[in-house]
């Protein structure tokens, strides 16, 4: 492919312009490998004002809300005779890939290791966002002073009061509010240590209602305190996500012309909010309550899209670590190391730190492949035969699972960590030998950090409201360039851009734009 610039691009671009849904665009041309000709190529930034106004819906986010209120309800409301543990309500928790349940066994082991993980935070008086049947609220709040749960939908919490029931017990200390989860009112600052929000954020309409509600969690926790958000998806992985599931759905027959454009779509129109892990670096660097942010993929042993393309963020608020250390970090791509190799390390030198950067994640090894392969043109026609040429992991990746349980086997407290948000979901690694002198736990590493950190917050997240205007935008902008410009200069691709990356002087940095022929196109 060849990218440059058209000999009539400003009169394009002054033509793009004049449309009230564009903000700038720039037009380069493009040839792609298979093609004979020549083809335009238009990068526009919209005008979000215009998205805002004339083509999004007045309520857009109030509707959402109520959209994600009433299909909790109605999963709860139409099958709450199939539930037959009180304590193990996984109604509506279904895969992405086949549109079914997700095992019991994969649900459970998801359940107990998110509590694990909570219960590190040492809970005591919790407010959790989002607690829906109680996953975690069953499990934890025995051991609590007091327990808010929160959620919006009114008949998920009639059916956990029945579930409360059913178990028995003191439940004095659990308080369960019908209401959204950016409402605080009646919550006095630093009247909680732990707050929660698992599996949930997903389901929030907006990055910008996400910051109000993390804005408000920051001000009722004590020093000293965490906020605990479980189970995010991942904006970095979102491609791979996105050309995995639809590996796994399409026939074999579709060509793969076809199948690009089925990933295009899902990412755009993707319904869920999906963050990146820099966010919570930007969030800290903005608000100075949050003392340190941990990135951690989610434990497990199974293979399903939770583990793969999923994290936790847990935000300290208030009282910095009692150590941060700067490793001396060793490259895994650039060692060779393997988890053998890695085990012998331990084993032999019995090191107090080892730290690993840029550890190949098998658990995505196969989707990255299948990725970036998509990502270039040629190769096989249909979905059978690119099947047939991606590869199985190779011995070089390791899942981080097995490093969480080569540590536990050897005596190491295992950190990992995914802070860097690197797209190809590659993760960093500490073990760390606990001393008399201090506990494991007091230490805060210093970890491998995104190349910058954009102002910008946008930049950290898709914008699930936005989606379907950006389509009708789309859709504008195609029939206002057949009707306003010449045949020969008519576009072949629009791509919306956030923003148009810049050279040093100051023009588009074409060599930065994505391609279009990409799945991100």
Not at 357 to 363: I, Q, W
Request: a negative charge; hydrophobic letters at 40%; glycine letters at 4%.
């Amino acid at each position: 492919m060849s990218l440059d610039r058209a000999d009539r691009a400003t009169e394009i671009e002054a033509k793009l312009c004049e449309h009230p849904g564009v903000r700038k665009a720039a037009i380069f041309t493009w040839r792609p490998a298979y093609a004979a000709h020549h083809q335009l190529v238009a990068y526009v930034v919209p005008n979000n004002d215009y998205l805002d106004q004339t083509l999004s819906a007045a309520d857009d986010e109030t509707r959402r809300i109520q959209k994600w209120k009433k299909t909790y309800d109605l999963t709860q409301l139409g099958q709450q005779s199939s539930v037959s543990q009180p304590d193990f309500n996984i109604l509506g928790w279904n895969s992405t890939y086949t549109r079914q349940p997700i095992a019991e066994a994969e649900m459970r082991e998801w359940v107990d290791l998110t509590v694990q993980e909570i219960l590190k935070c040492e809970p005591s008086e919790v407010l959790e966002i989002g607690c829906g049947t109680g996953l975690p609220l069953l499990r934890i709040a025995g051991r609590c002073k007091r327990y808010v749960g929160v959620d919006n939908a009114h008949a998920v919490l009639e059916t956990l009061k029945r579930q409360m029931l059913q178990l028995g017990g003191d439940w004095t200390q659990v308080e369960l509010l019908e209401r959204s989860a950016d409402r605080f009112d009646g919550f006095r600052a630093n009247s909680f240590d732990t707050i929660i929000s698992n599996s949930a954020i997903q389901y929030f309409p907006s990055l910008n209602y996400l910051l109000k509600v993390l804005e408000q969690a920051v001000e009722v926790v004590k020093p000293g305190g965490t906020i605990f958000l479980g189970d995010l998806r991942s904006l970095p992985l979102q491609g791979l996500f996105a050309a995995s599931v639809e590996l796994f759905q399409v026939p074999p027959e579709m060509t793969i012309a076809d199948l690009r454009d089925r990933i295009r779509k899902r990412i755009r129109l993707d319904e869920q909010l999906v963050l990146s892990p820099a966010l919570f670096l930007a969030l800290q660097q903005r608000w100075p309550k949050i003392a340190s942010v941990e990135i951690e993929p989610r434990r497990g042993q199974f293979d399903n899209e939770m583990n793969r393309y999923r994290f936790n963020a847990r935000l300290r608020i208030g009282a910095a670590p009692a150590e941060i250390v700067e490793p001396t970090w060793i490259s895994c791509q650039d060692e060779n190391l393997t988890l053998e190799s890695i085990a012998k390390i331990l084993k032999k030198q019995n090191p107090d730190l080892l730290a690993i950067a840029h550890v190949p994640n098998r658990r995505i090894e196969k989707d990255l492949l299948a990725f970036s392969k998509l990502q270039t043109q040629g190769g096989p026609d249909t979905v059978a035969s690119f099947q047939q040429e991606i590869q199985e992991p190779s011995n070089r990746s390791i899942d981080p699972q097995d490093l969480w349980s080569l540590g536990e086997q050897l005596g190491y407290d295992v950190r990992i960590s995914w802070v860097a948000a690197r797209p190809d979901g590659t993760y960093d690694v500490a073990f760390c030998r606990p001393s008399p002198l201090h506990a494991s736990a007091t230490i805060a590493i210093r970890w491998p950090q995104p190349a910058s950190l954009p102002d910008d917050l946008a930049l950290y997240a898709n914008a699930p409201t936005k989606a379907v205007p950006r389509e009708k935008l789309l859709q504008q902008l195609r029939e206002y360039c057949r009707q306003n410009l010449p045949e020969a200069l008519q576009l072949s691709e629009f791509i919306l851009l956030h923003s148009l990356p810049l050279a040093p002087d100051g023009t588009v940095d074409h060599q930065s734009l994505p391609s279009p022929d990409g799945l991100y196109a």
